[in-house]
């Protein structure tokens, strides 16, 4: 799916550069659509046992309310309307009374912790925290799997599932970055400031990489946009090798995490600002390296639900 840069910087614009863990809403609507479309042409069978169990989720009723009113839905489009929805509720979640952020929050990432070469012995990393993506996706498919789990907790569970195999396959959920600049680590890029060529405002690294696929609500744009990058050759499931990969923490550590250091860091060579008033400019080609390099995560994500709901519904 490429976009010109005039594109891509609209598309950025309706992005919000604000502390946060995870591909935007529509991005992880992206990789529920991938895996619908994945399990229709190689597991169709597992698509209604799917819906069957999500019909007991607790944001059914608002997920048919978002259906009857979206003018790019009809009722057709249901069941690949819910893998999207599903597939983003763990971030709407987090705006319900009942979400405990302690908990929570942290099940989106794991920082393995990055020093670029040439810092001074004066910093220091730190481990990940002991709660993170890797400890909360076992958990989640352990409920899935419980006899004695309730449908709705079932359900709860496969939501999550679905969000955090997206979430494990952004560069920024698998890195932290450690310098002078940042004794105490960059929350995954949250405190780099940077900007980007023919736009003056300050992005946040982390709200750079959440939003560079896509950034339209719309069911019939990420429709489209699923079906674009799917025809595309080198977004093929021949094209990803490491498919042949189901443990989560190489996706995270030997995937996510190198892709963040040269990618997202270049390495440690790429200069960004501790506040929003020194944010300096990414480098040439930085945009569409980035941008080719998120597309592929996010197609990968995609294939990886399909494949692991495949193998249980």
């Known amino acids: 799916m490429r976009r010109p840069a005039a ?31 994945q399990l229709r042409d190689r597991d169709p069978a597992a698509i209604p046992a799917i819906i069957a169990l999500l019909q007991h989720h607790r944001a059914w009723p ?6 009857a009113h979206d003018p790019t839905a009809g009722p057709q489009d249901r069941d690949l ?54 400890e909360a996706l076992p958990e989640h498919l352990r409920v899935l799997h419980d006899p004695h789990a309730s449908l709705e907790a079932k359900a709860f569970a496969l939501s999550f599932v679905f969000h955090l195999v997206g979430d494990v396959h952004q560069p920024l959920h698998a890195a932290q970055l450690f310098t002078t600049d940042y004794p105490t680590g960059d929350a995954g890029g949250n405190l780099v400031w940077v900007t980007v060529p023919g736009n003056a405002r300050p ?39 490491q498919l042949a990969d189901h443990d989560p923490r190489h996706w995270a550590r030997n995937e996510s995490y190198v892709l963040a250091v040269r990618r997202a860091y270049l390495n440690g060579a790429l200069q960004g600002g501790t506040s929003e008033a020194t944010a300096k400019p990414v480098p040439p080609g930085y945009m569409s390296a980035a941008q080719a390099t998120a597309d592929g995560r996010i197609v990968l994500a995609g294939y990886r639900i399909s494949d692991l709901l495949g193998a249980r519904f």
């Open 62 to 67: 608002m997920w048919m309310d978002s259906l």
């Open 81 to 134: 309307f819910v893998f999207m929805y599903a597939a983003r509720f763990p971030d709407d979640f987090k705006g319900m009374p009942d979400y405990d952020k302690a908990r929570y929050d942290p099940q989106h990432y794991v920082d393995f912790p990055f020093k670029p070469a040439g810092q001074p012995s004066s910093v220091h990393t730190q481990p990940p925290e002991p709660v993170n993506v890797l």
């Open 7 to 37: 594109a891509l910087l609209l598309a950025l614009a309706t992005a919000f550069p604000t502390p946060a863990r995870a591909w935007n809403k529509p991005g992880h609507m992206l990789t529920g659509a991938i895996a619908y479309y």
């Open 203 to 241: 992005w946040r690294l982390h709200g750079l990489w959440d939003g560079m696929v896509i950034n339209s609500y719309s069911f019939g744009r990420i429709d489209a946009a699923a079906r674009t990058l799917l025809s595309e050759p080198a977004m093929r499931r021949a094209a990803f090798p």
